[in-house]
């Protein structure tokens, strides 16, 4: 067994641990394999190990490599095609370097980009975009995403990002499937379990707020914290450094 292909079976046994821990079922969390700075043969080998869904997180690194995946992996059915998520922070400039090429973006953290995603899926006549809305629920300075840090207190924070979603709800093109954050790095997970718990009952508030809308997906959880955020509520993990090793 390979080095990849053991760290695969460590992890996919760690979330389904985690996953019982809370009541839960592995099969309800998707394992997002975080291949940014690894070549082409480590997405190929993941894939040969049973990963389907990868995430990067540069829009030309990401595009480059989905190419050369691709032309080495051609002839698949649907189901067993390599799925991408688009996981970093994407700025309005390069909102046409994703689009039609992921098939889910995590980090949309403004209505600013939502609209400009939507104009240009309008304009060159992309299918509709799944994304999730970036949270900063736990107010460091460093991370993305739109402002939630006392949203539980504020009443104005909230109404604010509940009045954006609904807008960006409006935008034909998008489909909103639910919210993304990323907790503040730290060697105790217990530590960021908070931001965990306070990004599920946002859910829960959108729920009530804005039905019509699909809130599904909590992507929470990395390499670090993934199974406290998989006993909050995650449906989607981003590992990387647990299955490939440090960054290239």
């Known amino acids: 067994m390979s080095r990849i292909a053991a760290n ?3 992890v996919q046994a760690r979330i389904a641990t985690a996953a019982r821990r809370a009541g839960r079922r592995a099969e309800e969390i998707t394992l997002v394999a975080v291949t940014k700075t690894h070549p082409p043969e480590t997405v190929i080998e993941a894939w040969r190990c049973g990963l389907r869904h990868f995430g990067e997180n540069r829009a030309a690194e990401g595009t ?14 649907e189901a067993e095609q390599p799925v991408w998520h688009f996981i970093g922070h994407l700025q309005s400039r390069q ?3 994703v689009l039609g090429r992921f098939a ?3 980090s949309v953290d403004s209505l600013k980009l939502a609209q400009r995603l939507q104009r240009l899926a309008v304009r060159d ?3 509709r975009v799944e994304i999730l809305l970036e949270c900063n629920v736990s107010g460091e300075a460093s991370k993305y995403g739109f402002a939630l840090h006392r ?29 993304m954050t990323m907790a503040p790095w730290t060697d105790n997970p ?31 959880g990395m390499t670090d914290d993934f199974e406290v955020a998989i006993e909050e509520g995650a449906t989607m993990v981003r590992i ?9």
Request: cysteine-free; charged content about 25%; overall charge negative.
């Open 8 to 10: 695969i079976e460590a």
């Open 64 to 77: 480059a490599k989905m190419a050369q995946v691709a032309q080495r992996l051609v002839d698949l059915p």
């Open 95 to 97: 909102a046409g370097d």
């Open 104 to 106: 889910l973006i995590h």
């Open 125 to 127: 006549g992309h299918p």
């Open 151 to 179: 949203w539980e207190s504020s009443p104005e924070q909230l109404g604010t990002f509940i009045d954006t979603a609904a807008q960006i709800g409006e935008l034909d093109r998008l489909v909103v499937r639910g919210l």
């Open 190 to 220: 217990e530590t960021v379990r908070p931001v965990f718990r306070s990004l599920a009952r946002l859910r829960e508030v959108l729920q009530k707020e804005l039905p019509h809308l699909n809130w599904q997906e909590l992507s929470m």
């Open 240 to 248: 990387g450094r647990a299955l490939f090793g440090e960054r290239l």
